[in-house]
């Protein structure tokens, strides 16, 4: 019998799940009593659900159940910035070390995620304020322009649609003068995360049976699997747990990932007055991505409020000081980019995890028979999310085919130290990662 060690939970108020029009829709129960399932999926983000939904068509007839921690919408999947990035490699440093096969690769699957959830949300009329407007990779300072340049030698590599914009074009299309350069991508999704991952789990097949607000607390991973909950059983066939950066704290991961904790604001609606300063920005708004590793993400969404997201810890969870030192850094962040709007007040703001791996690939494999293990989504877990699980779906069925012989060769998570040298190592690098970042953050 293994304890589970750490849980998630709440930090702050959730912006994207307070005003999206799927809150409080889904009818999950708390798992009670005992039950008999052929399939469990933990953690109901877009990884689990992705997982559940693929295993449903290739067993219709399966009983298969998924369990979060939390509410639907609550956790990581519903606390990002709601970017959906098709070509998510703007750290490249040497364009001349660029695997283009490998990175076609990725970004088809990529699209295969985006288009996978679109037809979902088409087919039942989903409302996840979805829009394809693009993403920015930007930056004020002349020290960072190399990431962009590097970046457009990559889409040009690539063959993929570009634009380079000047100070003056950002100023019109973002509505702040603070940008210096960028470069557009156009097929990059703008989304409420947590109206997706809601509508995307609304409408899931029959024989998935949802459990909301059901912590896992123990577990047998060996012979007769079962998994203890605060009021109920499951025994069940196969286990795979989604829960990305908690993954080791389920004891199917160990001394791979790298799990952070940061935070992100998001003001009230804008006035109309508020908004004259905005008349070049699209009705779908914008998301623009920082060419600086630690610089701030920022979303300018379609119900007129902007968001800000930066600060990272090197922490499962966060705490008090952490919130505090964000929103300061967040209040500052916003009054660089539009000073003209400095008397308004963020509405809401919270934190949630994102799971690194030094190497930046997935974990994605059986940890014990029958129990299997998606994690390290690389701070883009709504696509990667997505894909990784379908294709875990198939690695369990026994499939085959030529993505998932890439995910499974690009499944090898470097080393990472154990407790306490693996927080003191990456809390030292963040630390001198923002500091260099300046006023990009």
């Not at 304890?3 to 998630?8: D, I």
């Not at 340049?149 to 634009?163: C, M, R, S, T």
């Not at 703001?349 to 299997?372: A, D, K, Q, R």
Request: aromatic share 10%; proline share 4%; hydrophobic share 35%.
């Amino acid at each position: 019998m293994k304890k589970v060690k750490a849980f998630p939970r709440i930090d702050g108020n959730i912006g994207w799940y307070d005003i999206s029009p799927h809150k409080g829709k889904i009818k999950g129960e708390t798992l009670t009593g005992n039950h008999i399932y052929d399939f469990t999926v933990i953690g109901a983000g877009f990884t689990g659900v992705a997982t559940a939904r693929r295993l449903a068509e290739l067993h219709p007839n399966a009983k298969i159940a998924l369990v979060d921690a939390l509410k639907i919408g609550q956790g990581a999947s519903g606390r990002n910035s709601g970017m959906l990035i098709d070509i998510p490699i703007s750290r490249i440093e040497n364009p001349k070390e660029f695997d283009c096969q490998r990175e076609s690769t990725s970004h088809s699957l990529n699209k295969f995620a985006i288009n996978r959830m679109k037809d979902t949300l088409d087919e039942h009329n989903i409302d996840a304020h979805w829009a394809q407007s693009g993403r920015y990779l930007a930056a004020r300072e002349a020290d960072n322009y190399h990431r962009i340049d590097n970046f457009i030698a990559v889409l040009k590599q690539l063959g993929e649609p570009h634009e380079v914009l000047s100070q003056s074009q950002l100023t019109k299309n973002l509505g702040t003068e603070f940008y210096n350069k960028a470069v557009y991508t156009p097929n990059s999704i703008l989304v409420n995360p947590a109206s997706l991952i809601m509508g995307l789990a609304s409408v899931l097949p029959k024989n998935i049976t949802v459990y909301e607000n059901s912590p896992l607390r123990s577990m047998s991973l060996e012979g007769e699997k079962g998994l203890w909950f605060d009021k109920g059983k499951i025994k069940t066939d196969k286990i795979i747990f989604a829960t990305n950066a908690f993954n080791e704290a389920t004891h199917v991961s160990k001394n791979r990932l790298a799990p952070m904790f940061t935070y992100a604001s998001l003001t009230r609606v804008l006035t109309s007055k508020e908004l004259k300063g905005f008349n070049g920005v699209l009705d779908c708004g914008y998301g623009v991505s920082s060419a600086h590793a630690a610089g701030t993400s920022l979303r300018f969404t379609c119900d007129n409020r902007i968001l800000i997201r930066n600060t990272v810890r090197a922490s499962l969870k966060g705490n008090q000081a952490f919130y505090d030192k964000a929103l300061k850094r967040h209040r500052s962040a916003f009054i660089n980019r539009f000073p003209q709007l400095k008397q308004v007040p963020f509405e809401y703001t919270w934190g949630g995890n994102i799971c690194m791996t030094l190497n930046h690939n997935n974990e994605f494999h059986e940890s014990h028979p029958g129990v299997y293990s998606v994690a390290g989504m690389n701070a883009t877990g709504i696509v990667k999310g997505t894909y990784l699980g379908y294709y875990m779906a198939e690695y369990i069925n026994g499939n085959n085919s030529p993505e998932l012989d890439y995910i499974l060769d690009h499944s090898q998570p470097s080393w990472v130290p154990p407790e306490p040298l693996r927080t003191i190592g990456a809390a030292a690098s963040l630390y001198n990662i923002e500091r260099k970042a300046g006023i990009e953050m």
